[in-house]
């Protein structure tokens, strides 16, 4: 089953705008994670919140997290021609290890216009 | 370093065929796992591994069989191909003392099956 729901489903922007992109999740975690995806490659870690955190911020990259709503955002500052790519948040399970099993949402995919 | 490698990037299959997908890393990681990529689903967890010798069923294991025979290797084998198997497939593997719990994910195998 599907853990995350990620909204939209995709986005269009210009260059230089921002983007920003929304994950909801069913069960209890101990973290949240973000990757991209570029077409036909593998995923890559973008940022890692905890379920103790609320926000996080890496470089253009911030990440809120709720965990009454179990929800997470993801918003890219200054988009770039760059950052066109599949966007996938990902969930574990709360308490102990997750063994490296990671539940992912469906994706968002971005296109950022130069 | 070379991080998670995957062979064949591209294979097509017979209904019934049966064959592998190889993935190494060279990281020493202790996770690993296979997801498969389907359009509109994310990523989904076929199997895992938490160490040599050790493996265990994710979300969708059926029609899939996996070893570990070392550290590095984690091959995936089909059984009996069936149209359902056409996906990407992603090798992934991580640390258990990993501070960010990233997976680092292989640039995929596209399988198609006729």
């Known amino acids: ?114 | 370093n070379a991080g998670v490698t995957q062979t064949p990037k591209f294979q097509v299959l017979k209904t019934g065929q049966s064959m592998t997908l190889q993935c190494a890393q060279d990281m020493n990681h202790e996770y690993m796992s296979w997801y498969r990529q389907d359009p509109g689903m994310g990523l989904r967890l076929i199997h895992y591994s938490v160490g040599a010798g050790i493996t265990d069923q994710g979300e969708v294991p059926n029609g899939y069989n996996v070893s570990r025979s070392t550290t590095e290797d984690f091959p995936l084998r089909l059984l009996s191909a069936a149209p359902s198997q056409t996906s990407v497939y992603f090798c992934a593997s991580s640390s258990p003392g990993s501070f960010t719990g990233e997976l680092f994910f292989g640039e995929g195998s596209r399988l198609t099956v006729l």
């Open chain 1, 1 to 114: 089953s599907q853990q995350g729901e990620e909204d939209p489903q995709a986005l269009s922007i210009q260059e230089g705008e921002n983007a920003t992109m929304n994950c909801s999740y069913k069960t209890s975690i101990n973290n949240l994670q973000w990757y991209r995806q570029n077409s036909g490659r593998g995923l890559v870690h973008l940022i890692l919140i905890r379920s103790n955190e609320r926000e996080k911020h890496s470089g253009r990259l911030r990440v809120t997290l709720d965990t009454s709503k179990k929800s997470s955002s993801l918003l890219i500052t200054a988009s770039q021609a760059a950052d066109t790519a599949s966007y996938f948040c990902a969930t574990d399970g709360a308490g102990g290890t997750s063994y490296g099993k990671l539940t992912f949402g469906q994706g968002t995919i971005l296109t950022v216009h130069p």
